[in-house]
């Protein structure tokens, strides 16, 4: 069964590079591009990660990772605010909210995918492929 990947973002471009590489890649991609639908998506059915942009038009980004980790059974939800806010401040506060990962836009498309795999894998594969000293 594919992982789920809940992609909140205003930008038309980012969502679409988000639909090639994950979609590539074999995961199931649900896009939002505001606060409330990625709310609405994220209360229908829960993903396995979200991407998440901060600037968003109608409810800060900031909140909704505020509201992701104070709703039960999102508190481990892996969280990769990506966003153009990329200053020392920016990051503290992304960290102080418990995001997972944050990435600064524009987008690095290796790293990206990357960090999902790495997310996404599975623990045991990851141990699995975890050199032996």
């Given at each position: 069964m594919p992982k789920k990947i809940l992609a909140i973002d205003d930008t038309?471009?980012?969502l679409d590079l988000y639909r090639i590489l994950l979609r590539g890649k074999g995961y199931e991609l649900t896009t939002a591009s505001t606060g409330r639908e990625g709310l609405e998506a994220l209360r229908?059915?829960?993903p396995?990660?979200?991407l998440l942009d901060i600037g968003l038009p109608d409810i800060s980004g900031w909140d909704i990772l505020r509201i992701i980790r104070r709703t039960e059974?999102?508190?481990d939800l892996p969280v990769i605010v990506a966003t153009v806010l990329d200053e020392d401040a920016?990051?503290?506060h992304g960290w102080i909210l418990d995001c997972t990962s944050f990435l600064s836009k524009p987008l690095d498309a290796d790293r990206l995918v990357?960090?999902?795999d790495r997310l996404l894998e599975p623990e045991e594969a990851r141990l699995a492929s975890t050199p032996r000293t």
């Open positions: 038309d471009s980012i229908a059915e829960t396995d990660l979200v059974g999102n508190e920016d990051v503290a990357l960090l999902v």
